[in-house]
Nanobody, 127 residues
Framework: QVQLVESGGGLVQAGVSLRLSCAASGRRISSYGMGWFRQPPGKEREFVAGINWNGGSTDFQDSVKGRFTIFRDNAKNTVYLQMNSLKPEDTAIYYC????????????????????WGQGTQVTVSS
């Protein structure tokens, strides 16, 4: 079993940066693909960014390309989402997720492909 805990969210003004962290416990996630999803107010959960098990591949939702990066520190069992140039439309609850099928190169964008989820962290961007 893997427990994921997100942190780093908050209330910020448009244009600034935030870094979200996803700390895993219970099992090493170094062989897992990891994803970040978000759920804006009144909308469905959507894929934001993903990274494969060794960090060699990443994928992003079109709206965040060039602004967000995802990276992992397997020694710390942690995955990060660096969010720059934040916009009000980035306001959402951000969730970290783990794809427990080991050593996969592919990054999945559907929430159903991920087995473990964190509780989420709120990001609110004011204009």
């Amino acid at each position: 079993q893997v427990q994921l805990v997100e942190s780093g969210g908050g209330l910020v003004q448009a244009g600034v940066s935030l870094r979200l962290s996803c700390a895993a416990s219970g099992r090493r996630i170094s062989s897992y693909g990891m994803g970040w999803f978000r759920q804006p107010p009144g909308k469905e959960r959507e894929f934001v960014a993903g990274i494969n098990w060794n960090g060699g591949s990443t994928d992003f939702q079109d709206s965040v390309k060039g602004r967000f990066t995802i990276f992992r520190d397997n020694a710390k069992n942690t995955v990060y989402l660096q969010m720059n140039s934040l916009k009000p439309e980035d306001t959402a609850i951000y969730y970290c997720a783990a794809d427990a099928r080991t050593y996969r190169s592919r990054i999945y964008t559907r929430a159903g492909e991920y087995e473990y989820w964190g509780q989420g962290t709120q990001v609110t961007v004011s204009s």
